[in-house]
Nanobody, 115 residues
């Protein structure tokens, strides 16, 4: 079994920066894709960015150039550095990992941007 433990997040004013991180713990053999999703109040969960085991990354248009996803495969940890934050980035951010073809989710962490 795999658990995803998220940390970081919090509140910041528009234009500021925040980091979130997520460590996969448990009986881990090989984690393929790791990703961050977010869900704003009243909206559907959406992909923010993902990173493959080989380090390839993909971002949604609204975050590209402002957010940076990275991973430390030795630590089974994925990071999201968020710069130039906007009020519309306010959401619960969820870590996602694919392990042995199974999807795992973190508990979610709040990110709040004030104008």
């Amino acid at each position: 079994q795999v658990q995803l433990v998220e940390s970081g997040g919090g509140s910041v004013q528009a234009g500021g920066s925040l980091n979130v991180s997520c460590e996969a713990v448990g009986s881990i053999l090989s984690i393929n894709v790791m990703a961050w999703y977010r869900q704003a109040a009243g909206k559907q969960r959406e992909l923010v960015a993902f990173i493959s085991a080989g380090g390839s990354t993909k971002y949604v248009n609204s975050t590209e150039g402002r957010f940076t996803i990275s991973r430390d495969s030795a630590k089974n940890t994925v990071y999201l550095r968020m710069n130039s934050l906007k009020p519309e980035d306010t959401a619960v951010y969820y870590c996602n990992a694919v392990h042995l073809l199974k999807n795992y989710w973190g508990q979610g962490i709040q990110v709040t941007i004030s104008s």
